[in-house]
Nanobody, 122 residues
Framework: VQLQACGGGLVQAGGSLRLSCAATGRTFSSYSMAWFRQAPGKEREFVAAISWSGGSTYYADSVKGRFTISRDNALNMVYLQMDSLKPEDTAVYYC????????????????WGQGTQVTVSS
C-alpha cells in the first residue's frame, strides 16, 4: 500500500488541525494504520494507531484525550484529528501501515507516507 499524508500547517496553541492520509491499494481495509511524528533532533515517536476495522484504537499518553484517529475503508483514508494543540506537538507527522495488528514501534510498519509538517506556535 502507498500512502500520502496532508493537512499539516501552522496553528496557535489551543487550536486544531485534521491530518489526512490517502492510501492506494485494494487491500487497505486489511491494514492496521498509525500516525508517528518526528521533531527536529528527536527520534520518530508513536502517536496513535487504529485496527483494520476501526474498532480498536491506541494512543500515546502525550496525546490521549486530545487526538482522535479514525479511518474510512470505503475511501481508503485515515485521519488524525488534533485538538488542544501544544507547542510540543510541533513535528513532521507520518502515516504508516502494516498488514498485521498495530504496534507502537515504528519497526512494525512497512509502508510510510512522506510526512506533513505541523507547527504549533505559543
Amino acid at each position: 500500500v502507498q500512502l500520502q499524508a496532508c493537512g499539516g500547517g501552522l496553528v496557535q496553541a489551543g487550536g486544531s488541525l485534521r491530518l489526512s492520509c490517502a492510501a492506494t491499494g485494494r487491500t487497505f481495509s486489511s491494514y492496521s494504520m498509525a500516525w508517528f511524528r518526528q521533531a527536529p533532533g528527536k527520534e520518530r515517536e508513536f502517536v496513535a494507531a487504529i485496527s483494520w476495522s476501526g474498532g480498536s484504537t491506541y494512543y500515546a499518553d502525550s496525546v490521549k484525550g486530545r487526538f482522535t484517529i479514525s479511518r474510512d475503508n470505503a475511501l481508503n483514508m485515515v485521519y488524525l484529528q488534533m485538538d488542544s494543540l501544544k507547542p510540543e506537538d510541533t513535528a513532521v507527522y507520518y502515516c504508516a501501515a502494516t498488514p498485521g495488528d498495530y504496534s507502537d514501534s515504528y519497526y512494525w510498519y512497512d509502508s510510510w507516507g512522506q510526512g506533513t509538517q505541523v507547527t504549533v506556535s505559543s
